[in-house]
C-alpha cells in the first residue's frame, strides 16, 4: 500500500482516481484495512492540507475533528459530537470521514438532515455543492465520484437556537447508535425531525414535521401523536444491533422526548 502525503489541495486531487482512496483520520478507513475488507492500493493523507480544516462561519470544512465540533459548533451538532466514539477518536475522527463513510449510524447525519445542509465536492475538473439528499444515495453509498474530494459542509443562516442531538444505544458511552435523531424548533414553531439509523440514509420525518410546525403550543395529546408519525415514517431493519419494531418504537420517543426539549 503506497502512501501519499500531498501538502497541497490541487497535489491530492491529482492524486485521486485510479484506485487511490484519502484517508483523513482514518478511524473508519483503518478499521476497514485491518479486518482485510478493503486493500488499497494507493492512500491519499489529507491531514497536511490546511484548507480542509478550515471552518467559516457556515462552511465546516471536511477535516474538521469531532473534537473541534464538540466545543465549537452549532448546539446538536456539538451535542451528536460530544456522543462520537471515545477522546482518542474524536480528536482523529472527522466530518468529511463521516460524510465518506456514509453509514446509516453516522451521528453527524441527522443533524445535518434537519438544517438542511449541503456538501461540497471538488475534483480537477470540477467543484459542485448536493443537498445533503443528494449526497447520500444508499447504505454507506453516496454520490461522490473516486476522483471528488469531500471539501466541506455548508449550513444554511439563522439555525435555530432551540436544537437537540439524542441517540440510542446499549450503553452510554462509545456506542453506534440504535436510533439517532435532531429535532430543532424555530421561534415560527417550523420543526424538524431528521433521524440516523432507521433507514438506509439520514432521514427527515416530514409527516411528523408539518403536523407539529402547524401547532403554536403542542398538548400531551399532540407530541403523542408526533411520535405515533415518526414511528410510522421511520424505515428501520432488524439487525445485529436491534430489532426493526424497537427502533421504529425508539425514534418516536427520542423524537417527542427531543421536542419536548426544545420546547421546554
Ligand atoms: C472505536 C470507534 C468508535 C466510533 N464511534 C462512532 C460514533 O459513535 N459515531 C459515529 O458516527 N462514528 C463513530 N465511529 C466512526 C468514525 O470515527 C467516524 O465516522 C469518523 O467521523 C470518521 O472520520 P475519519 O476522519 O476518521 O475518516 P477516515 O477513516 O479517514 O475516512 C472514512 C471514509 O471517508 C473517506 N474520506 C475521508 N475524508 C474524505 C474527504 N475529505 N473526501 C472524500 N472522502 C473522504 C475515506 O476514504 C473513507 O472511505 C467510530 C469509530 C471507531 C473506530
Redesign the pocket.
Known sequence: MEIVHPNSIDEALAGLGDGA????????????VNFGHIRPERVIG?RRLAE?KEWDGQRIG??V??RRIETHGPKALAEAAR????PQ?RN??????????A?P????HPFLAAVGASIELASTASQRTLTWQEFFTGVKETA?RPD????AVHLPAGLPERQCFGKIGIRNA????TVCAVVTRADDGKTTVALGSVAPTPIRATGAENMISSIGHPSAGDLVEFQRLVSEEVRPITDHRSTEEYRRHGAGVLARRLLERCLS
Not at 482512496?21 to 476497514?32: C, Q, W
Not at 482523529?92 to 463513510?101: D, F, M, P, R, V
Open positions: 482512496i484519502p484517508l483523513a483520520g482514518g478511524t473508519d478507513l483503518m478499521v476497514e489529507l480542509l471536511a477535516g475533528t469531532w456522543t462520537v466514539g471515545s477518536i482523529a475522527g472527522t466530518i468529511g470521514g463521516n460524510l465518506g463513510t453509514s449510524a453516522g451521528d453527524g461522490r471528488e474530494l469531500i471539501m462509545m456506542v453506534i447508535a
